[in-house]
């Protein structure tokens, strides 16, 4: 960014087109348009035919570039090469490690990044990524526990047709279900991508998680995105516990990937386990996996193994970018290549109101329940948490989410700063701008508004900040 925001919001135009080409053709997250038969062109600007891959006389299908397999499957590299059986990549320090068995979950007793989903050796694999590096910023749009699963199948069509690439539906328990949400979505929408806002390994078997996204994305063909987390919603009144939270997400991812591959897996979790199960749903693909986490550990494993890292609530670029230094920690000890653009996502709170006041009030609830439910890791609020009042402070410390929310007139501005976006369309595009200069080019909003009527903010977002922030982007 070359510009000062002040200045590129100065020269905007009032009308500037949406995530939209000049024919009015919706763009992919990976800002490519369909054509008008709703197919998407490849890296070079070509779209599929009908029959999309046609295999040769020898009943061989060609991949994404053009190149042809092996009498094994294996499709060669850009240099022409196919691998060997052993399907070898170079670790962190250049090695080769030993193909990791889908049937082995982690050890018992594992700990540290590097322990969370060893081979038999020991070693940990190079896992390829899915998602591809955008030409210009990604937008989704999440709807809240609050939303009504009606209003959001509503809005969803309007998501789309605003320019959104993205669609993300929370998966708070005992409120709307998420995957049902967005089955509807699914049947009333054309390419926005669909996202599970977050599946976790201790309420719903990940196998069972995984078929159901797999059924999501054959019913959207090819629009699912499975984001998957810790969780911790409903499980103290399900009488569950978030059992080594770490070792158990790095299972479920390792199983959930295996398993909509198409491959049979076993495994043996702390609250899990698997044994030669085997997806049913033929042709089903290898939906790309987002981790979604603010712990640091959770965040290095997200880059060693995920296909990107969902950062929340971290509006501070320098706190944003330390957590994004751990996804790049872990993708560098696994040896994969990583890119801050491509394998990151700033998933942020939002509400765009010219109103500044009632901007900041409308994500008042949302951080009232952010400071009780870490408390005392209160450690992504950086500076602004020395400028908590005691009271709140005891608030927090006791838990008391009522006391806390009636008293939250008085959390500061700077706290409020810390983990959303709020204001005029003006005042949040510099924000996004400002996080935007750490390298980051995914953002997921998660819209709030006192009525709880989110769809002005979701227009606002469209209309009125996006057009600034790629203004912005490219002075």
Same mark, same amino acid.
């Given at each position: ?9 100065? !020269?905007v ?21 369909r ?18 891959? &046609?295999?040769?006389? $020898? ?43 889908s ?13 969370t ?33 009606? &209003? ?7 998501a ?20 049902? &949400? ?30 159901? @996204? ?6 959207s ?16 009144e ?32 702390d ?9 049913? @749903? ?43 230094? !751990? ?9 994969r ?49 020395g ?6 402070? $005891?608030?927090?410390?006791?838990k ?13 501005? $700077?706290?409020?700063?810390? *983990? ?5 369309p003006?005042? @949040? ?25 989110? $769809? ?8 009125? *900040?996006i057009?600034l ?7």
């Amino acid at each position: 960014m070359t510009a000062k925001t002040s200045d590129l919001v100065a !020269r905007v135009p009032g009308a500037v087109a949406r995530a939209r080409d000049s024919a009015g053709r919706a763009r992919d997250s990976a800002g490519r348009t369909r054509d008008s038969a709703g197919k998407t062109p490849d890296s070079a600007g070509k779209t599929p035919d009908s029959a999309a891959k &046609t295999p040769d006389s $020898a009943g061989k299908i060609p991949d994404s570039a053009g190149r042809m397999p092996d009498s094994a499957g294996r499709a060669p590299d850009s240099a022409g090469k196919t691998p060997d059986s052993a399907a070898k990549t170079p670790g962190s320090a250049g090695k080769m490690p030993d193909r990791v068995a889908s049937t082995v979950g982690p050890a018992a007793g594992a700990s540290g990044l590097a322990a969370t989903m060893p081979d038999p050796a020991g070693k940990t694999p190079q896992t390829p990524r899915t998602p591809q590096i955008p030409k210009d910023p990604v937008f989704g749009f999440g709807f809240g526990r609050y939303i009504e699963a009606s &209003t959001a199948v509503r809005l969803a069509p309007e998501a789309e047709a605003l320019g959104y690439h993205q669609l993300w539906v929370s998966n708070e328990r005992f409120h709307r279900d998420m995957l049902v &949400t967005l089955g509807a979505a699914a049947a009333v929408t054309a390419t926005i991508e669909l996202g599970t806002f977050v599946a976790d390994p201790y309420t719903v078997h990940p196998l069972v998680t995984a078929a159901a @996204v797999a059924t999501l994305d054959e019913l959207s063909g090819g629009r699912a995105l499975l984001g998957l987390g810790a969780g911790g919603s409903g499980l103290p009144e399900m009488g569950l516990r978030r059992v080594r939270p770490l070792q158990t997400v790095a299972a479920a991812l390792e199983v959930t990937r295996a398993f909509l591959r198409g491959e049979t897996v076993s495994a043996q979790a702390d609250v899990f386990a698997a044994e030669g199960a085997r997806l049913a @749903v033929k042709g089903s693909r290898a939906v790309p996996i987002v981790l979604a986490s603010q712990s640091p550990r959770m965040l290095r494993l997200a880059g060693a193994v995920a296909d990107q890292a969902m950062i929340a609530s971290l509006a501070l670029p320098g706190r944003f970018e330390e957590a994004a230094g !751990r996804v790049r920690a872990g993708a560098v000890e696994a040896g994969r290549e990583w890119r801050i653009d491509r394998d990151v996502v700033a998933r942020i709170d939002c509400c765009v109101d010219d109103d500044p006041a009632r901007a900041r009030d409308a994500v008042r609830p949302l951080i009232t329940q952010l400071l009780v439910g870490y408390y005392p890791r209160w450690e992504f609020l950086g500076e602004a948490r020395g400028q908590m009042p005691p009271e709140l402070e $005891a608030f927090a410390a006791a838990k008391d989410y009522p006391r806390m929310l009636a008293a939250s007139a008085a959390i500061p501005d $700077a706290v409020l700063d810390a *983990v959303s976006w709020t204001g005029p369309p003006e005042t @949040v595009a510099k924000r996004v701008l400002e996080l935007a200069a750490t390298g980051v080019r995914r953002f997921v909003i998660l819209p709030h508004a006192l009525d709880r009527d989110i $769809a002005p903010t979701m227009r606002a977002f469209a209309d009125r *900040v996006i057009p600034l922030v790629r203004d912005g982007l490219v002075t």
